[in-house]
């Protein structure tokens, strides 16, 4: 900080006023020898707690939709609730995000990343561009201006940052170009909850990379994505970074963050062995059933079950293997058992403002889950999905044979009622394509059979081994959710360990978008026969805010409070005086002694100076507060011994108070220090 004093104006500021200000701060003093103006420099900034606004709310209570952390973060002066998903950030976590961002603009910079900033207000027509106005669906906060003009508020900034690129002519030297900034983000999310975790309104950092080709592409997303390791250990958080969906943001490659953690939104599979993770969108695993359990082998311990039967002559023992029978029986009863799910799917391809509607129809065995995600691979720009009952779809199909007969009834008019005019049907309409999971067995009694019966009900016609449906079905990929004790398929492994899951909460996602963006807005490089070819892209975020709130779930507790990583720890040092009228000066020395000594420290130590809070009230918020080192100023009683002449011996004994220093580094055992000049060396050997 530095502040300028002209001579002719020096007279104005009180004596009081000098002084109450270098109660705060001192100064070097220099002559600038242009204007003979005096330039003082401040080398420290004493704070008091008295001056901070920190608003404890010690009977606030948990409500039924709200985090340990989250309570914890209002109770000890972190945030305020403004309406639901929006919180305002009090002085004290606005500290501790500062010192993130801090942390990840340095780990940016490493990799070549520029700072920016943009618009948070996007109009419509970019977003149209991309075709992201109406899929992003209700989660985009839309508004209008005076003039009736569209914009939404930006939950991301692809559009903005790949048209800023195409507009400018940038020779191929140019790249790679890396451009990031860290502001607000909005999204109108069903249901907020958890404080900072899930908001309408949160602060992340997202960052944009633009290639010239695939390979360097992938040099850069591999490049940021250790980056993004290097940010959460300095953190000290413990966390996976797992394979994931790219989402509504595009791409054919993603990685999310996930920061470990019981209260995690997000399942994530993962396996001991080999350290493979993945989001459950993602995860591959096949099921632990023993050889013995399929159809066939079922079928074959029945045949011979049957054949001992025919030759046993027990009684008692012709019971028993009867039962055994009626077990496999059941058992082939499971395994044919399958679960049909039903998913439209609405495509937009590029170029085209025509959406098509495919339905896709997935067999799992009953006793799985449908995952969601597998399918996506299958299809190309994928706008909208949505997961249909049995009823839905028939109420869907209903509304479709509406139009189609609509359609035919004009067509034979047009005919002059021609009744030889083709009439279209439900499946040349709305194209069909089938997805059986590799686990499910395809033979005449597991398959065909019992999907003869679903589809049937669906499709109003039989289903026969030839139908065109089977014959397009995928049966190479696995379209069932990975779960616990699953086989792990990574090569190094190769079935032979089980997969396990942990709970995470995800605090950045990294995506390669390839040239989703770059083609439909323009931003191109100069190929070598001047043509004009598009970026190759990169999108890289996460979450300011969510990190916060994060780090506070994982290390804080309610009945000790906050625990900070030393990095982002709001102050390093707080110094709280026993005896305050006696010791402040005392305190405010050692502050003004440590910043001159050890810079890093300047505005970073608190001197706790209230006169109407008890001591140990004093103690207690001070640690609350998760300050790393913890320093009582107090004083022990010393006797001295002394001789008054040579003659003759007396002893006199005098009792003196002696400041002592009591350090608290964290949970570790308290550091007694007896003078001021150990405890500056102290901090100079925790420091430099």
């Known amino acids: 900080m530095i502040s300028l004093i002209k001579k002719s104006n020096k007279n104005l500021i009180s004596n009081t006023g000098l002084n109450l200000i270098n109660r705060f701060t001192t100064t070097t003093t220099t002559i600038n020898p242009n204007n003979n103006e005096i330039i003082k420099s401040n080398k420290f900034i004493n704070i008091f707690r008295s001056n901070l606004f920190i608003p404890f709310q010690n009977d606030q209570k948990i409500g039924s939709d709200m985090l340990e952390s989250q309570l914890l973060m209002q109770k000890g002066g972190l945030i305020r609730r403004l309406s639901a998903g929006t919180y305002s950030t009090l002085p004290l976590a606005q500290k501790v995000m500062e010192n993130i961002i801090k942390i990840i603009d340095e780990e940016m910079e490493k990799v070549g990343g520029q700072k920016m900033s943009m618009p948070k207000m996007l109009p419509r027509e970019l977003w149209e561009k991309t075709g992201r106005w109406d899929s992003a669906g209700d989660d985009l906060i839309k508004l209008k201006d005076r003039k009736g003009e569209e914009y939404c508020l930006a939950p991301t900034h692809e559009e903005v940052i790949t048209t800023i690129v195409a507009n400018e002519s940038l020779s191929n030297s ?288 039989d289903l026969s081994r030839t139908d065109q449906l089977i014959l397009s079905m995928n049966r190479s990929q696995n379209f069932r959710e990975a779960v616990k004790g699953d086989l792990c398929v990574q090569t190094v492994c190769n079935g032979k360990s089980l997969l396990d899951t942990k709970r995470g909460i995800e605090v950045g996602h990294i995506f390669y978008l390839g040239t989703k963006y770059s083609s439909k807005l323009a931003a191109c490089y100069t190929g070598p026969a001047q043509q004009r070819i598009p970026l190759e892209m990169g999108c890289f975020g996460i979450g300011v805010s969510r990190l916060l709130a994060t780090i506070v779930e994982t290390f804080s507790k309610e009945e000790t409070g906050f625990v900070w990583p030393q990095q982002v720890a709001p102050y390093q040092i707080i110094i709280v005086p026993k005896h305050l009228k006696s010791q402040l000066s005392l305190a405010e020395s050692v502050s003004e002694q440590l910043q001159s000594e050890i810079p890093y420290l300047k505005s970073r130590i608190i001197i706790e100076d209230r006169s109407k809070t008890h001591f140990a009230q004093k103690v207690l918020e001070s640690k609350f507060m998760g300050i790393p080192y913890f320093l009582v100023i107090d004083n022990n009683k010393s006797i001295e011994l002394t001789e008054s002449t040579t003659t003759t011996t007396t002893t006199t004994t005098t009792t003196t108070n002696v400041n002592s220093f009591k350090i608290e580094y964290k949970s570790e055992t308290p550091t007694l220090i007896q003078n001021q000049f150990d405890l500056i060396n102290y901090f100079k050997n925790k420091f430099n």
Not at 343 to 366: C, G, W
């Open 174 to 461: 140019s790249f790679p170009i890396k451009l990031y900034q860290i502001g607000e983000k909005y999204r109108d999310e069903v249901r907020p909850r958890f404080g900072l975790l899930r908001g309408r309104e949160f602060t992340m950092k997202d960052m944009y990379s633009f290639d010239t080709s695939k390979e360097a592409a992938e040099i850069t997303y591999y490049q940021v994505k250790q980056a993004y390791h290097n940010i959460l250990e300095r953190l000290e958080l413990p966390y996976a970074c797992v394979e994931a969906d790219s989402g509504n943001i595009g791409g054919n490659m993603s990685h999310e963050f996930q920061v470990l953690a019981n209260v995690g939104e997000d399942s994530l599979i993962y396996c001991k062995n080999c350290n493979y993770h993945a989001n459950i969108e993602k995860a591959k695993g096949l099921p632990a059933a023993p050889p013995s359990t399929t159809i066939k082998n079922l079928k074959k311990q029945k045949s011979i079950l049957n054949k001992q039967i025919n030759q046993e002559t027990n009684i008692d023992n012709n019971q028993e293997i009867n039962k055994k029978i009626k077990e496999i029986d059941n058992d082939i009863k499971n395994l044919n058992n399958i679960k049909l799910s039903i998913m439209k799917i609405i495509t937009l391809p590029f170029n085209s403002d025509k959406e098509i509607e495919e339905i896709a129809l997935i067999i799992n065995k009953s006793t799985d889950n449908f995952n969601h995600y597998s399918i996506k691979p299958n299809y190309n720009d994928i706008k909208q999905t949505q997961l249909l009952s049995p009823e839905e779809y028939k109420k869907y199909r209903s509304i479709i044979m509406k139009t189609i007969q609509s359609k035919n009834a004009n067509n034979n008019n047009n005919n002059n009622n021609n009744n030889h005019s083709d009439k279209l049907s439900f499946e040349e309409i709305i194209k069909h394509k089938l997805f059986i999971d590799s686990s499910v067995e395809l033979d005449e009694h597991s398959i065909y059979k019992p999907l003869k019966v679903l589809l049937k009900k669906l499709l109003k016609r």
